[in-house]
T-cell receptor, first 113, second 114 residues
Framework: DQQVKQNSPSLSVQEGRISILNCDYTNSMFDYFLWYKKYPAEGPTFLISISSIKDKNEDGRFTVFLNKSAKHLSLHIVPSQPGDSAVYFCAASLIQGAQKLVFGQGTRLTINP | GAGVSQSPSNKVTEKGKDVELRCDPISGHTALYWYRQSLGQGLEFLIY????????KSGLPSDRFSAERTGGSVSTLTIQRTQQEDSAVYLCASSDPGLYYGYTFGSGTRLTVV
């Protein structure tokens, strides 16, 4: 039972344009969501998060949008840069903090010069 | 140390052998997690330690897998009688409960069973 789904295994975007990565979840009890970024041969690193009481959180070029009614969140990167090329994982948690995270399958983002 | 340290970074083993993977979390982090990523798959939860509480072992795929955490710090994940399907990157993470930004991951151990 895949509770967090990233249906696009890969995405290719031109440098300078907007990258939009999508994530769907099935468990309505999830109330905290995170995005992680992973480069080859490295562990995932935290990128941005959002609580269910919000519908948007912005940090520089990165914005996460949450649509609770649709059980959908998205990560927008604008403008996209070559260094953004990585695998992006969406994750969800029942509560903030140390409770275990449920991860999606990841989306490989490639930024083309 | 400054980050989560995992060793070895790569391990090749023969089918049927036992392996031990080590994780050294960030000092002071009371929560420690093991995940694995198989080829083309997402991050699969294996086990979670929180302080002195009984670990959450609900993600361990079989009784060949076990993990322990000594002194609330270093953790060892043991896989007995390895099988080819155990080949994956095993990731360890730690966190400080109450902080909002989730886990800090190590670089992982790439296990290849031949």
């Amino acid at each position: 039972d895949q509770q967090v789904k990233q249906n696009s295994p890969s995405l290719s975007v031109q440098e300078g344009r907007i990258s939009i990565l999508n994530c769907d979840y099935t468990n309505s009890m999830f109330d905290y969501f995170l995005w992680y970024k992973k480069y080859p041969a490295e562990g995932p690193t935290f990128l941005i998060s959002i609580s269910s009481i919000k519908d948007k959180n912005e940090d520089g070029r990165f914005t996460v949008f949450l649509n609770k009614s649709a059980k959908h969140l998205s990560l927008h990167i604008v403008p996209s840069q070559p260094g953004d090329s990585a695998v992006y994982f969406c994750a969800a948690s029942l509560i903030q903090g140390a409770q275990k995270l449920v991860f999606g399958q990841g989306t490989r983002l490639t930024i083309n010069p | 140390g400054a980050g989560v340290s995992q060793s070895p970074s790569n391990k090749v083993t023969e089918k049927g052998k036992d392996v031990e993977l080590r994780c050294d979390p960030i000092s002071g982090h009371t929560a420690l997690y093991w995940y694995r990523q198989s080829l083309g798959q997402g991050l699969e939860f294996l086990i979670y330690f929180q302080g002195n509480s009984a670990p959450d072992k609900s993600g361990l795929p079989s009784d060949r897998f076990s993990a322990e955490r000594t002194g609330g710090s270093v953790s060892t994940l043991t896989i007995q009688r390895t099988q080819q399907e155990d080949s994956a990157v095993y990731l360890c993470a730690s966190s400080d409960p109450g902080l909002y930004y989730g886990y800090t991951f190590g670089s992982g151990t790439r296990l290849t069973v031949v």
